[in-house]
């Protein structure tokens, strides 16, 4: 029978959480993310339903108390290699939230407990801000497409960012740092970028390209990574207040093919973006690797 704090008592009672000094009070509910309404607001999250198999520890307000998440994982994902695989390769590129597999029946998944996007104050940021979360951001998915790995539910729910707050109470966790979450949809490929033929596209909570059911899964991440950067601009544009010229005071070259007279491009628009980044064909969208490079001119 399932707890008053929602935990079933088979896991708040379970030995290697009871080994590691975890206990856990409640369960996390999935949550939807809107922009404000108005410059002064941050993030609005509005709570939806409960997800019934994550739940985290508790902390004190002000606390240096760790915070811990776990996560039942579902035997028919492929959630625990895909997280035993992004753990085992160690790399300034790998932005996998580090965790730890239990090894139990049902595997259970360790994690610290981290802000995602919504959690961050947009107001008042520079624009290389935002340069940084997107260079990052791509990096980590160039970092999975390396691996033969496709996402394929990047969203701003499952994004996370090292605020001070958590990562003052855990060594692993650093500061500024983008961390790709929830690989419960996530597939390990057989062929790479450019070569992986269209799967069936699973359920995601970026909505799909109108009548797209089967989509080369790379192209989709490319798909979900631009529309996540497209709607973490108009969050910034709306919640720092800064006027479009400011938001401009950081360019980008577009490829030689395309640039205009003036051969620079202001960050509002990015140049990637028109040519098709979150474009419905996968054939007009450039691979993750190439969505990259005008972002690292960004952050020059």
């Known amino acids: 029978m399932p707890s008053s704090l929602g ?24 949550s939807q993310s809107f922009p404000p309404r108005h410059p002064s607001q941050r993030l609005l999250i509005a709570v939806t339903v409960q997800n019934g198999n994550v739940f985290c520890t508790g902390r004190p307000y002000k606390s240096t108390v760790p915070q811990y998440v776990v996560k039942v994982l579902h035997p028919h994902t492929e959630e625990c290699s895909i997280n ?9 590129a790998n932005h996998g939230l580090p965790s730890e597999i239990i090894p139990s029946e049902p595997r259970l998944l360790l994690m ?28 980590g998915v160039e970092y999975l497409h390396q691996l033969q790995i496709a996402h394929l539910d990047i969203c701003f729910g499952n994004v996370a960012y090292g605020t001070p707050n958590y990562t003052a109470t855990d060594a692993r966790l650093v500061e500024g740092r983008v961390y790709l979450i929830d690989f419960g949809q996530s597939r390990q490929l057989a062929l790479g970028p450019g070569l992986q033929p269209p799967i069936v596209l699973p359920q995601s909570q970026e909505k799909k390209p109108p009548g797209v059911t089967a989509l080369d899964p790379y192209a989709f991440d490319v798909y979900c990574t631009g529309k996540l950067m ?10 720092t207040r800064l006027p479009s010229r400011r938001i401009a005071d950081v360019h980008i070259h577009r490829p030689r093919s395309s640039r205009s007279a003036r051969g620079r491009l202001p960050l509002g628009s990015f140049g990637g973006m028109r040519s098709g980044w979150w474009a419905p064909s996968a054939g007009a969208r450039p691979c993750v690797a190439v969505v990259r490079l005008p972002v690292e001119h960004g952050r020059c």
Not at 7 to 28: E, F
């Open 230 to 239: 497209q709607f973490i601009l108009r969050v910034g544009a709306r919640d």
């Open 84 to 92: 035993q695989r992004v753990q085992a390769h160690p790399s300034s």
């Open 112 to 139: 610290p407990f981290v802000d995602n996007l919504g959690g961050l104050e947009y107001r008042n940021r520079p624009a290389s801000f935002f340069v940084d979360i997107f260079h990052q951001l791509i990096e």
């Open 7 to 30: 935990v079933p008592d088979w896991l708040k009672g379970h030995p290697d959480l009871r080994a590691r000094d975890i206990s856990l009070v409640q369960g996390i509910e999935a």
